[in-house]
């Protein structure tokens, strides 16, 4: 029979699991409702910025092509296609997801809806499995949540029409690959995973997102010296298994405009990004001269944001010996990734015979700065459990998660998409133009046919690959036992 604090104690855990997966629910659901809510309950207008000149006429050329029962090969002209080729799949920012199905049956602005939520879905599970992982408690979950579901870059960018940026969402299972990496040994299983993870994520027309998660496991293979062959065959396995997204393109990588626009003007242009809100039609001028639209520079957490980050996620984690040790390789990406958002500190990777794709390279802070969000709410996890008891303290934290909330809310009020019609006004868009126009291209189909059978053969290779891990790991534990 257990003593009678025991099952107090047991009571007890039992209420705290039943409460954090209600909290959690309750999270969820309150992120799906925002998100809705941003979009503007679907009243999406394809008349402005990139909703009218890229994300509109490719999602209504894909109905098209799914009513009519044709491929989407060819669009009517070029201009939907940022001017660069009217073959729709050889723009590596276009969306060739299998759940782009649904727009045979939905409208182009419920599909956005869907579309984006299916992702906030995903990349809530990816961020629920770090706090399992991490086994982080309901506030500092509740700040990771915050962080990186209404942050500045993932409003600003759809705000704009900028689709493509919905791939954000899968960032936690990529942050949660590279936490494994660098805490545990792996092997082609985990570059497996790693490799799907960043096809699917290419799928989703981000592109950008993809250039660079590889430039962060390339960064931690050059840290990681212990890491550097998963890092590495992650890299070249993901770009292999992406040979159907890539091979179409080589077709008309000369045709894209490469003019380097350029980064952060000032270090304090990052600081603005990060504690200041700025309206939609606000703009910074980079080096260049080029004046950029706020979203290519809008981080915003908050000062109460800012003020945690360097709190947890710069003073605690640097100074913490074992966290330090742990995860000190994060911090060679951290610099070099920031530092090449600055001005035109990028610009000399770009005249290299490989394209990148990268002209605007303020997008490149995003990676450290998820990570660094991970990092603060772990510390912050770590001392809030040394001092949990303290009722004075949870009332100065509860207001501090207020004051978080209220920021991140006046943000969002400025950039959800009733108010850009406002700003922007109506424009003209005319859906019956953006049909299917394919023609005879024997050389585009010959590259998308060499695409499928690149992506096919990888595929096997690395099935085959993470079996053969497979039987390993279990002959290995089968001789220790």
């Known amino acids: 029979m257990k003593p009678s604090n025991a099952i107090t104690l047991d009571q007890q855990d039992n209420q705290i699991q039943l409460f954090n997966k209600i909290w959690i629910c309750l999270l969820f659901i309150a992120g799906l409702f925002l998100w ?10 394809f008349t402005y910025l990139d909703w009218g000149e890229d994300s509109g006429p490719r999602l209504v050329f894909l109905q098209s092509a799914l009513q009519d029962g044709l491929l989407p090969y060819h669009m009517p002209n070029a201009s ?113 995973q790693t490799a799907v993870l960043l096809f699917f994520l290419f799928l989703q027309g981000s592109f950008h997102q993809f250039s660079i998660s590889l430039i962060f496991l390339g960064l931690i293979a050059l840290t990681a010296i212990k890491k550097h062959w998963p890092a590495l065959a992650a890299v070249g396995a993901s770009l292999a298994l992406s040979l159907v997204r890539i091979m179409p393109t080589l077709l008309v990588v000369n045709n894209f405009n490469t003019v380097f626009h350029g980064g952060f003007p000032t270090f304090y242009a990052v600081i603005e990004g990060l504690a200041s809100i700025h309206t939609p039609d606000s703009g910074l001028s980079v080096p260049g001269g080029k004046t950029m639209g706020w979203w290519e520079f809008d981080l915003y957490i908050g000062i109460s944001g800012l003020l945690f980050l360097l709190i947890f996620g710069f003073l ?48 490149f802070i995003v990676l450290p700065l998820l990570f660094l969000c991970l990092l603060a709410v772990m510390q912050f996890n770590t001392w809030l459990a040394k001092h949990n008891k303290n009722r004075a303290l949870w009332l100065v934290l509860l207001s501090g998660l207020g004051v978080l909330l209220s920021e991140l809310w006046q943000h969002f009020k400025v950039w959800q998409l009733s108010n850009m019609l406002q700003v922007f006004g109506e424009g003209r868009f005319v859906p019956s133009i953006w049909t299917v126009a394919n023609y005879p291209d024997p050389s585009y189909m010959r590259y998308l046919l060499y695409g499928v059978l690149g992506s096919s053969a990888t595929l096997l290779v690395l099935i085959g690959l993470s079996l053969y891990s497979a039987r390993k790991a279990r002959r290995t534990a089968l001789e220790d036992s």
């Not at 809705?36 to 207008?45: A, C, E, M, R």
């Not at 100074?319 to 040790?325: P, Q, R």
């Open 36 to 45: 809705v809510k941003f979009l503007n309950f679907g009243d999406i207008h």
């Open 80 to 192: 939907g296609l940022v001017n660069v080729s009217d073959r729709y799949l050889s723009i590596p920012d276009v969306l060739f997801s299998p759940h782009a199905l649904l727009l045979k049956l939905l409208t182009p602005e419920t599909f956005v809806i869907v579309h984006v939520l299916l992702l906030y879905s995903l990349g809530f599970c990816g961020l629920a499995i770090l706090r399992r992982r991490y086994t982080l408690t309901w506030l500092p979950f509740t700040v990771l949540f915050l962080l990186f579901n209404f942050n500045g870059h993932i409003l600003s960018h759809l705000s704009a029409g900028h689709l493509p940026w919905a791939g954000y969402f899968l960032f936690p299972w990529f942050i949660l690959q590279v936490m494994r990496l660098l805490e545990e040994r792996q092997d082609w299983r985990w570059v497996f």
């Open 316 to 363: 605690r984690w640097l100074s913490s010996k074992e966290e330090n040790d742990r995860y000190m390789n994060l911090l060679f990406p951290f610099i070099v990734m920031t530092v090449s958002s600055m001005g035109t500190v990028f610009k000399v990777f770009t005249q290299l015979s490989i394209p990148t794709g990268i002209r605007v390279t303020t997008r």
